[in-house]
């Protein structure tokens, strides 16, 4: 069956230092992948979204970047955290096929200082 | 661009009652339609989805009706107990693979 890590499960980091949160899913090929992020009390906001190895679509202006060096890992990046980033990242994956369920890791509780 | 606006934002009913959570879409090409359950703390979980070739499918307590005509789609809980407390959220897919979320129902059932 197939599974999704997502870690850590929190995080605490200053203002200006630099983010890597990952994810990998098992148990299946050729995945889309998607980072979204969750303010407190709010709805999922879509971030990035990857058909493939080194696809990425960036859905709105940030401070953050995706990567995706291989076809079951997901990466999400900062540079330089601001306050702003605070919320809860969650990672979903779903079949390769058109209108297909995704489904979530556990998520990041992201906390900046 | 694509929108789904859900309602209501919050739902407070006593144990035992039904809740209808509501949700419209805007774009017309969208053909899936999942509902998310997540509780405090806890990532979203698929609890029903249903296609646009379908106008209802019930799974024991939970339904979820589709009017494509009128572009909105509801989940039904029935005989609603404390643990079905939590955020409920709908959402809909276009031919493009991506999900877009409604903002979530805080649902709380009293004992």
């Known amino acids: 069956s197939q599974t999704i890590h997502q870690w850590p499960a929190t995080l605490v980091q200053p203002v200006g230092s630099p983010l890597s949160l990952e994810c990998t899913v098992e148990?299946?090929?050729?995945?889309?992948l998607y980072w979204y992020r969750q303010a407190a009390g709010r709805g999922l906001q879509l971030l990035f979204y990857?058909?493939?190895?080194?696809?990425i679509s960036s859905e709105v202006p940030q401070n953050l970047s995706a990567s995706r060096p291989q076809d079951r890992q997901f990466i999400l990046s900062s540079k330089k955290l601001l306050l702003s980033d605070s919320g809860f990242y969650l990672c979903a994956w779903s079949a390769g096929a058109l209108n297909q369920p995704q489904h979530f890791g556990d998520g990041t509780r992201l906390s900046i200082l | 661009g694509e929108n789904v606006e859900q309602h209501p934002s919050t739902l407070s009913v006593q144990e035992g009652d039904s809740a209808v959570i509501k949700c419209t879409y805007s774009?017309?090409?969208?053909?899936?339609f999942p509902w998310y359950k997540q509780e405090l703390g806890k990532r979203p979980q698929l609890i029903i989805d249903?296609?646009?070739?379908?106008g209802e499918k019930k799974d024991q307590r939970i339904a979820v009706t589709l009017n494509k005509t009128a572009k909105h789609f509801s989940l039904h809980i029935t005989e609603t107990q404390p643990e079905d407390s939590a955020v409920y959220f709908c959402?809909?897919?276009?031919?493009?693979?991506?999900?877009?979320f409604g903002q979530g129902t805080t649902l709380q059932v009293k004992p």
């Open positions: 774009d017309s090409a969208s053909n899936y």
């Open positions: 148990g299946t090929s050729n995945p889309n």
């Open positions: 990857s058909v493939g190895i080194g696809q």
């Open positions: 959402a809909a897919s276009s031919n493009t693979g991506k999900l877009i």
């Open positions: 249903i296609r646009s070739n379908v």
